[in-house]
């Protein structure tokens, strides 16, 4: 009678531990994931991201990541003003401008040293130095964006601003298709966009962008909501130190031969053309940025009426020190 009453109650007990086990599942869902965003799917934005997803990075610092490329800056710029996404890749300017359009940004890290964008022209044109430009039609891709202004400090400088006319083309593809047919003269755009017609010997760099630029200067960069640094400080610190570990592992021995295999995967480049885009590359290993860097591009886009000198949160508000390991 003892034992019977036993297994009862053992029984009742199992049926009870059943009907918890209904009411609070072990097979949680996972917490939701961070949304990192990129404002293009370039080599210099998807290494560190894919880096950190494939090599394990972002579980070995807690984070459960979520890589959302968009199309264009502003389409980035618009997830974070609508709170879609409050950390992710860009550029310093844009981060300068959507902060002086009341977007809640502040730059958290650097994420490469190296301006890329250069003025591109054909090769058997009659353009063979800066000074030639004279009387030539370049194209960008709108007017205001970050290629029409980077031609303008480059004519401004070349005491051409006079004599040189900027075309909007609409976007890339189509600024790269008149400069083939020869209705502008030149373009302003980085080397990924342009490298098979370089080696196919129909285009050259007329000139370096960064040569005209006031050094030192922000390029890309990582960018953060404000209320993601001041609700998970600790989330951005984390994001962070795995960035900068992944820039590590891309810019290793170890991890050059995956960052050419996954650029050929995502781009469709020949071996050469990867590893001529992989050599321009200079992945910020510390995450440093210097103030007179955001300083000299804050004043690079108040001179050339980018942002309004009024509307532009001033430089210590811009970009933080306090996540950099």
């Known amino acids: 009678m003892v034992r019977t009453r036993l297994t009862l109650m053992a029984v009742l007990l199992a049926l009870l531990g059943f009907a918890l086990l209904s009411l609070f599942p072990s097979d949680l869902p996972a917490a939701e994931k961070l949304k990192y965003g990129s404002s293009v799917k370039s080599p210099t934005f998807y290494l560190p991201i894919l880096a950190a997803e494939e090599k394990g990075i972002w579980k070995q610092n807690g984070l459960n990541v979520e890589w959302v490329p968009f199309k264009s800056g502003g389409a980035h710029y618009r997830a974070f003003a609508a709170g879609a996404t409050k950390i992710g890749a860009s550029m310093t300017a844009a981060d300068i401008r959507s902060a002086a359009r009341g977007v809640p940004v502040v730059i958290v890290s650097n994420l490469q040293v190296k301006d890329e964008f250069a003025l591109w022209v054909l090769t058997k044109s009659r353009?063979?130095?800066?000074?030639?430009?004279?009387?030539?039609?370049?194209?960008?891709?709108?007017?205001?964006?970050?290629?029409?202004?980077?031609?303008?400090?480059?004519?401004?400088?070349?005491?051409?601003?006079?004599?040189?006319?900027?075309?909007?083309?609409?976007?890339?593809?189509?600024?790269?298709?008149?400069?083939?047919?020869?209705?502008?003269?030149?373009?302003?755009?980085?080397?990924?966009?342009?490298?098979?017609?370089?080696?196919?010997?129909?285009?050259?760099?007329?000139?370096?962008?960064?040569?005209?630029?006031?050094?030192?200067?922000?390029?890309?960069?990582?960018?953060?909501?404000?209320?993601?640094?001041?609700?998970?400080?600790?989330?951005?610190?984390?994001?962070?130190?795995?960035?900068?570990?992944?820039?590590?592992?891309?810019?290793?021995?170890?991890?050059?031969?995956?960052?050419?295999?996954?650029?050929?995967?995502?781009?469709?480049?020949?071996?050469?053309?990867?590893?001529?885009?992989?050599?321009?590359?200079?992945?910020?290993?510390d995450g440093k940025l210097k103030r007179k860097a955001v300083e000299n591009v804050r004043a690079f886009l108040i001179e050339y009426g980018l942002v309004k000198a009024n509307e532009t949160p001033p430089v210590d508000e811009l970009f933080t020190v306090r996540f950099i390991p």
């Open 127 to 285: 353009f063979n130095k800066p000074g030639d430009l004279k009387g030539a039609k370049i194209g960008v891709s709108r007017y205001g964006g970050t290629e029409h202004s980077y031609g303008q400090v480059v004519i401004k400088q070349l005491g051409l601003i006079e004599d040189v006319k900027f075309v909007s083309t609409g976007g890339t593809r189509e600024s790269v298709a008149v400069l083939t047919t020869g209705k502008i003269d030149g373009v302003v755009l980085s080397p990924r966009q342009l490298i098979r017609l370089k080696l196919q010997g129909r285009i050259k760099e007329l000139l370096y962008v960064r040569h005209y630029l006031p050094q030192p200067w922000g390029s890309h960069v990582v960018v953060a909501h404000k209320d993601l640094i001041r609700a998970e400080p600790n989330t951005v610190k984390a994001v962070v130190r795995s960035i900068l570990q992944a820039n590590r592992f891309v810019e290793s021995k170890q991890g050059e031969p995956w960052a050419l295999a996954k650029m050929m995967e995502m781009n469709r480049y020949s071996d050469k053309e990867a590893k001529i885009i992989y050599d321009g590359m200079e992945f910020s290993l």
